[in-house]
């Protein structure tokens, strides 16, 4: 199975000849008369605009970190997965290179307990309960935003609030008048390694109520970067092998607003890809995984309505329906058959609705439901080809004045399996409530005190409860309970603007579902035996200023200790210790230089020692990059041209053992807007 690179994009403007004739025609007939009448001409003199667009600031109920389209461009990052790392309390797991798989943990409570929106609406994987990163292109991404506790959104579903975390992804919408029909944009990217990433994106406007985006984009690269392995005092030179990716995306969006209180938007989505699995590396035998190959294919459809019954009544009604194929090939595993060749299909459908009722200034009340069907199927021998029907539900009272918020919630939650062989979970239903508060003493100073207490639980996935020989239908679900306690500032002036967060967290997984052996090292089972405590800091720090005309200064920066230790058996040596590839100190630092002929960015990642799965020390590592990009613009197109160096010390480390990350490389992007 192979995907064909999409190389090339074909585009036809149509010229508008009559709009601009019109306006010449209503320009000069209505700038004759006042040519006639000279003494009634004032002169104005010139107005410099001397102040700086701010990006959006506010103080928030719970911790929200937000990057938008701006910062995205000034980042050196290709995939979501390293716009996340950017975030405080954020572990990403990253199986090294383009196409290794990208997980993402909030605040130590594991990818599980994360939730991934793409457009107001949640990506599911009931089989492994883990959200591939790498899915999710960063091209035309409007905001991406990380919240943890809640979004603060009258109209959130019930299922995105009984997440702990949830990061959320809108990408761009289309913004055209009445004399500007379409508007689109061609990109070419290469670098290293083989890398290239063509893509199209399109807006059309159809009427005064109907407009659409298209998106294309294509990825490939044989991903044989060089790396170095260490082993006392012998060192090997290898090159990546087994890591080439071929990825295709393309994604069609309608919207539809009849008038400014209603508003229909939908969304159809197809991503197919190749890639090649190359392991782990191991000294003197760096080719473990050769000739393991992962394919996906996913399609979903993604509706949303919106309506604003009153100026204290809204509501919305969304679905969806996805359909992924994954198929794992390994072609050395011995076994009868001479290989593996696995396929799974997964299902999905899900129906959303929310209400929002305000009874005056201060008192909103919020309803929301969410049904989810689920169903895995398999080639596997004995796959128990399990079902699961989700419900959620939760209500929320707000309550808010000028310096006063407060917020209690309580979800309700039940989970059924059905399975056509074997036995399944037992049916489970939890309410789970959760309370905050925040106050701005000091009216006059954007200066705000928040605190909250979340309590969710995570129902086990299908792989954990009814995978062959491993699978274990007794599971409990997880608990996760949530304490925050920070402040938030903002400042800003005609010179820039400043903004500061910090919060401190402690939080509980209870019934950890765990991995362990059972008879050999080559049997085991999972089993409720974790207990987590995680306490740890977040820190965030935002900033720009002007140094001189045309030249701004822009600064983000993050920073979080966290002590994520292993409560679950004192008989065992991680007991007390902090859990696998947690750092205690980790953060991300990035400082741009804005200037009228050419923008440039540094961005450093940092992470602190951390431990592996067998509770090996792996050493802390930074990874610096550096950027170069320009804008160029005449009449109504523009031209953007980027460079990148990564990894600009070459510094050979690894997120995940035995997974090596790439040394120094270079990108390369040129893009076209008309």
């Known amino acids: 199975m192979s995907f064909t690179p999409f190389y090339g994009v074909v585009s036809s403007a149509f010229h508008r000849g009559k709009g601009v004739i019109s306006l010449l025609l209503f ?288 509501y919305a009604v969304s679905a969806k329906a996805e359909d992924a194929i994954t198929r794992y090939v390994d072609p050395y595993f011995l076994n009868s058959s001479g290989g593996l060749d696995n396929r799974y299909r997964q299902q999905e459908y899900d129906l959303s609705g929310s209400f929002a009722q305000r009874f005056n200034q201060q008192w909103q009340l919020s309803l929301a439901s969410d049904v989810v069907f689920n169903h895995l199927s398999a080639n596997l021998y004995h796959f128990a080809q399990p079902s699961r029907f989700s419900s959620y539900s939760s209500l929320k009272g707000r309550y808010a004045n000028s310096w006063f918020h407060a917020e209690a919630a309580l979800l309700s939650t039940f989970v059924s399996d059905r399975v056509a062989l074997g036995n399944d979970s037992p049916h489970h239903s939890r309410l789970s409530p959760m309370v905050s508060v925040s106050a701005n003493p000091f009216q006059r100073l954007h200066w705000q005190w928040r605190a909250f207490y979340k309590e969710t639980f995570r129902m086990p996935t299908f792989n954990e409860l009814y995978y062959t020989g491993i699978g274990n239908t007794r599971l409990k679900p997880e608990t996760a309970q949530q304490w925050n306690v920070g402040t938030s500032y903002w400042t800003s002036g005609s010179a820039g603007y400043l903004s500061f967060s910090i919060d401190g967290y402690y939080n509980r997984v209870i019934n950890k579902i765990v991995a362990v052996p059972s008879g050999n090292l080559f049997i085991w089972s999972m089993l409720n035996l974790g207990l987590v405590s995680i306490h740890g800091v977040d820190i965030t720090l935002r900033g720009e200023t002007r140094v001189a005309d045309g030249i701004h200064v822009t600064m983000e920066g993050s920073y979080t200790y966290q002590s994520a230790l292993d409560k679950s058996n004192a008989q065992n040596s991680t007991y007390n210790q902090q859990i696998a590839y947690t750092p205690e100190n980790s953060g991300a630092a990035t400082t741009g230089l804005l200037m009228p002929w050419i923008n440039m960015s540094y961005t450093l990642l940092f992470s602190g020692y951390r431990y592996d799965l067998s509770h090996s020390l792996l050493p802390g590592y930074s990874d610096s990059s550096l950027a170069l990009w320009r804008k160029f613009s005449w009449h109504h197109s523009s031209l953007i041209v980027k460079g990148e160096l990564l990894n600009l010390w070459n510094e050979q480390y690894a997120i995940v053992k035995n997974y090596p990350m790439p040394g120094r490389s270079w990108r390369v992007s040129v893009g076209i807007e008309f």
């Open 27 to 314: 320009l000069f007939f209505h700038t004759c008369p006042m040519m006639a009448q000279k003494d009634s001409v004032h002169v104005i003199p010139e107005v410099t605009v001397t102040a700086m667009p701010l990006p959006h600031l506010s103080n928030t109920a719970v911790p929200l970190q937000t990057f938008n389209a701006a910062n995205l461009a000034a980042m050196n990052v290709l995939q979501l997965s390293d716009v996340v790392k950017q975030f405080a309390g954020v572990t990403v797991k990253d199986y090294g290179g383009i196409g290794g798989l990208k997980t993402v943990s909030i605040r130590g409570l594991g990818p599980t307990h994360t939730a991934v929106s793409y457009d107001g609406q949640l990506m599911g994987d009931a089989q492994n309960g883990e959200i591939d990163l790498s899915k999710l292109s960063l091209d035309h991404v409007k905001e991406i935003s990380l919240a943890n506790g809640d979004n603060e959104d009258p109209l959130e579903s019930a299922r995105a609030f009984a997440a702990a975390g949830l990061l959320s992804v809108v990408t761009m919408r289309p913004h055209l008048d009445s004399l500007q029909r379409y508007q689109a944009e061609a990109t070419m990217q290469t670098g290293s390694f083989g890398w290239i990433h063509p893509s199209w994106w399109m807006a059309n406007r159809w009427s005064h109520h109907l407009s659409t985006t298209l998106y294309l984009e294509s990825q490939y690269a044989n991903g044989q970067y060089p790396f170095s392995i260490h082993n006392g005092d012998s060192i090997q030179h290898l090159r990546r092998t087994n890591s080439d990716v071929h990825l295709f995306h393309g994604e069609a969006n309608v919207f539809y607003v009849p008038d400014s209180l209603h508003q229909l938007t939908a969304k159809v989505y197809a991503s197919g890809g190749a890639r090649g699995l190359p392991g782990a590396v191991i000294f003197y035998n760096p080719y473990s995984a050769q000739g393991q190959r992962l394919y996906d294919n996913d399609y979903f459809l993604q509706t949303r309505f919106t309506s604003i019954l009153s100026k204290k009544s809204e």
